[in-house]
């Protein structure tokens, strides 16, 4: 019953060197985000033989594992494709059709305040977690969610199209405890033509999101 897939990295282990290194990615692709996707695929398991035995008693524990290991590949999904060696810069420069920083720029009044704000929330996250770039489909706005672990904090239906990863894993091997330069160093991969992508089809789908006529 696997349903859940552990997707190809979009360029070497070491094409974002020196913001991210090869053996981190290596270890991060192919060991983190696999146990996320293995830990889905389990857990649906398991969820389908309570329904077959009609026995609930792990029904608490087996629903909050999903949505945990469900969130992580999901997350991690994105994660991999907003990273380029070609990225950085601002949005402006490299979206292809300005709507983005346009829309950047409207949410939050700058670039430089939407940095700030976003690197704020992800060297901030309390222990491990994440800060994400969000549309938000009921006001058609941009917004930064402070996501702990892979689950709280974040508005229901919002769409994640800039999620950097703040958990140690990501980063300690090369940058030890220092998060902040991290988070910072990261800006220089971001590759901002799958934000835009994906900012286009969350506001492309935003009616279904929220089932609006």
């Known amino acids: 019953m696997a349903t859940y897939t552990l997707p190809d990295l979009p360029y070497d282990y070491a094409s974002l060197e020196p913001v991210i290194s090869g053996e981190i990615i290596e270890l991060h692709h192919d060991k983190h985000h696999a146990s996320y996707v293995k830990g889905a695929n389990d857990t649906l398991e398991r969820l389908a033989e309570a329904r077959e035995k009609d026995v ?7 629903e909050k594992n999903l949505a945990f290991h469900l969130s992580g590949h999901i997350l991690h999904s994105v994660y991999w494709r907003n990273m380029s060696g070609d990225g950085g810069g601002e949005p402006l420069e490299k979206d292809g059709t300005g709507e983005l920083a346009d829309a ?4 939050f009044g700058s670039f430089a305040r939407f940095k700030a704000q976003l690197s704020k929330a992800a060297a901030t996250t ?3 977690g994440w800060g ?20 709280g904090n974040v508005g229901q239906g919002s769409v994640p199209l800039l999620v950097f ?4 894993h990501a980063f300690y091997l090369q940058y030890r405890n220092q998060k902040v330069d991290f988070v910072e160093a990261m800006w220089r991969v971001v590759n901002w033509q ?20």
Do not use: C, K
């Open 56 to 62: 609930w008693d792990a029904i608490n524990g087996l």
């Open 104 to 107: 950047i720029a409207e949410s």
């Open 126 to 128: 309390q222990g491990s």
């Open 132 to 151: 994400v770039l969000a549309f938000e489909p009921v006001s058609g706005r941009l917004v930064v969610e402070q996501i702990y672990d892979h689950q």
């Open 165 to 168: 990863d703040a958990w140690e």
């Open 194 to 213: 799958d934000v835009a992508a994906r900012y286009s089809m969350a506001r492309t789908n935003a009616a279904a999101l929220t089932l609006a006529p």
